[in-house]
């Protein structure tokens, strides 16, 4: 069955779930006005339009800390409501996306730290990137942040509240290929070609005075993750990587169990319309062979029955692994792990963060070869004791 003729089930998992994907989780992305796909960007229209409206009230009135939260928030609405319009040249999603970019320029100039909208020479196009830096500015690491395929540069990380900044590292986020504004240029992502824009964004980091250009990490969410093991596969200057929300080994699973909104959504990326000529460029599209080649210390995060990633595709990926690694395993968890009862309730970005400082700053022994099974409702998170196996019985 074709991806698109099951579009009548996606309408109903929408008015019944609140949401589009990743039906195993509970917690609604959609008002509950939205009865069917169609209908996503125009009631989200509206409420970032409301939201901006306080916004801009609340900066009027001088209160600029509460409205850049919520030029923050309508900027994130935006991007939703534009996101689920798959044609190029569309009004509707030109108008939207500039909405989301208007809005979060507006988190940028009250940010506590600067944030730069860059363009990155890429090939013969360019791609844009938001550049988060410390605030003094100091010479120091830096991370390569690679979206996940439904997000934008300015979905992560938060402006307000940066897990990496704090840190002590600076951040740059992109629009790769099919990605926010390189889709709106109509910049195609390929089988191939996101890990050399990748790489031309490390050709920029390492011409960046506050850049320790032995010193850049990778991390990738989502299909960010395939790309990023990719790249530091094919790219020797990444000092270590970091993924999360597993999409590793082949890809049937995303783009042949999953909601039909991720191969519509890929192949709009693409520029594709056979269904066929997708299917071939996604054969290609695995990590086998790639995880052998990267030598830099590798976290991947994952829940245990991702529908995306089928465990032991992780598993036989991180076996494949020939460099320091640690895997952590959410117990009960699916596609989305943040804000799950076995890290406490909160994102998963501090202590990626966190895993990082510590390679960084040589707390890693070499040897690190460690499987964590976090515990959903006991334990102490990813600080739990190693496991021997992830099978049952355990």
Known sequence: MKRDDQQWMLDWLVKT???VQNFANDEHDLPPEVKSYRMIPRVLYKEARHIETIAKAAESAGHTDTARQLYRRASQVY???QHSIFEDDNKEKIFLHGKHIECYDKVAGYADNPIEKVEIQWEDVQIQGRFHLLRDKRKAPAVLFLPGMDMTKEAFPNPLANPFLRRGMHVLSIDGPGQGMSNIRKIRVSDDNY???????????????EVDPEQIVIVGISFGCHWGVRTAAIDKRIRALATTYAVV?????IFGEASPRFKQMFMYMAGLSDEDEFDAMTE???????????????LLTMGEYD????????????DELNCPKELWVLENEFHRISLREGIGGIEIYPYIADWLRDELDGKHPKSLNKTVLVKQKSGMGPYEAPTDSLSLPR
Not at 200 to 207: E, F, K, Y
Not at 249 to 253: F, I, Y
Not at 307 to 318: I, M, N, Q
């Open 17 to 19: 779930t609140g949401r």
């Open 249 to 253: 080994g082949p890809k049937k699973t």
């Open 195 to 209: 890990e050399r824009a990748a790489m031309a964004a490390i050709d920029w980091l390492v011409a960046r005075p």
């Open 79 to 81: 991007h939703e409501a």
């Open 307 to 318: 529908p995306l990633c089928h465990l032991e595709y992780a598993v036989d990926f991180f």
């Open 284 to 298: 290609r599209m695995d990590t086998v062979g790639y995880a052998e080649r990267i030598k830099c210390p590798t």
